[in-house]
């Protein structure tokens, strides 16, 4: 039988002392804001400082108005000097995830994604759950700390978002921290976060994705060529997923040096992480949940000969990729 919720909260507290200094690095969307700022409270006045640093380019507009309006207090990755710290915390992340978290070992790991052989001295994770909101949200129960307005919203949206409105995978865990939230997040916040206006600047890579898309058996594949954010890819693979017969999106870009491929589906009979890992794995890092995934590849792993300004070319490859990973793996063994 699993601990319980306090049985972990007092593990975690036992980890830290009032001396620490605590980063909690994040590759930023709103379950890993809110989860950060949830473990913040829960240390508030049990260590001297923490500090909550995103490792990407924050540019997706709801991100930003989401950090905007809750006032999530995030510091660029660039900016910190990591001497300073002597204790850190992974949430909705792992080591292998994200290129600056490699030669991360966290004293502490919360995270909702397929486990992974990192270590730390306090590890929970729960792949079944919908979102690391949630188990954060049980940490605060447990703790018997009512959220602020802000800190609930925060969380309100990681669930909502992580989840898609409970349309992806869903635990009656995530049911009951989304009613709880509900009593203390503030509607009004919520719908200004959703509603946040896509940036002007964005609309060419829409127009990009619609005159380069290529459709085939339920899937749609887009390769924008150089984006000023992987999020571009989330943004554009989640309107993909809007449009009727399409079961599964994906789309990829450049960006920091990294071949960038994000995968959504409607979770019918599919499973993202795993196309994801079998595709990609090979060559970067990969994985996900059933309907959504990452891979992220150097562009030195690429085929020398790949051209990626050549929009077609790079989506002939990534069909290949995906349509024959079976073949591929012979081939290279062979070789």
């Known amino acids: 039988m699993g601990l319980s919720s306090t049985e972990k909260l007092r593990r975690l507290y036992e980890i830290f002392k009032g001396s620490d200094r ?4 994040v590759n930023a969307d709103p379950d890993a804001i809110a989860s950060a700022m949830a473990v913040k409270r829960l240390l ?20 930003l108005t ?20 002597n204790r850190t915390i992974m949430v909705d992340s792992q080591p292998n995830h994200h290129l600056s978290f490699v030669d991360i ?55 909502k978002t992580d989840t898609s409105n409970f349309e992806r995978q869903t635990t009656i865990e995530d049911v009951r921290a989304f009613q709880f939230l509900f009593r203390y997040a503030n509607a009004h ?26 459709f085939r058996k339920g899937r749609v594949f887009i390769y924008l060529g150089t984006v000023v954010s992987p999020d571009i890819c989330v943004l554009i693979a989640d309107f993909f997923m809007r449009v009727n017969r399409v079961g599964h999106s994906i789309v990829s870009g450049v960006c920091g040096g990294l071949l ?22 090979h060559l970067g890092q990969a994985g996900g949940h059933k309907s959504m995934a990452r891979a992220e590849i150097e562009l030195s792993k690429l085929p ?28 290279e063994k062979n070789n």
Not at 44 to 63: C, G, Y
Request: no cysteine.
């Open 66 to 85: 989401m950090i905007r309006l809750l006032g999530a207090p995030l510091v660029p990755w660039a900016n910190i000097d990591r001497a300073v710290f």
């Open 44 to 63: 508030w006045r049990k260590v001297a400082e923490i500090v909550i640093s995103h490792v990407n380019v924050i540019k997706r507009p709801d991100n």
């Open 260 to 281: 960038v491929v994000i995968m959504r589906n409607d979770g019918l009979r599919k499973n993202a992480g795993s196309l994801s890992k079998r595709s990609f794995g």
């Open 105 to 159: 070992v966290p004293d502490v790991l919360i995270d909702h994604h397929p486990i992974t052989d990192a270590s730390a001295k306090f590890k929970d994770i729960r792949p079944h759950y919908g979102a690391t909101s949630t188990i954060l949200t049980e940490y605060l129960r447990a703790a018997k700390i009512r959220p602020s307005a802000k800190l609930a919203t925060g969380l309100f949206y990681g669930i």
């Open 304 to 331: 020398k000969d790949l051209n990626l300004k050549n929009h077609k070319s790079v989506t002939n490859w990534i069909i290949r990729q995906i349509e024959k990973p079976s073949k591929r793996k012979i081939q």
């Open 22 to 25: 605590v980063l909690i690095p």
């Open 189 to 214: 916040l919520i719908r200004k976060i959703e509603y946040a206006e896509i940036r002007f600047d964005f609309l060419k890579y829409y127009k990009t994705a619609i005159s380069n898309m290529r």
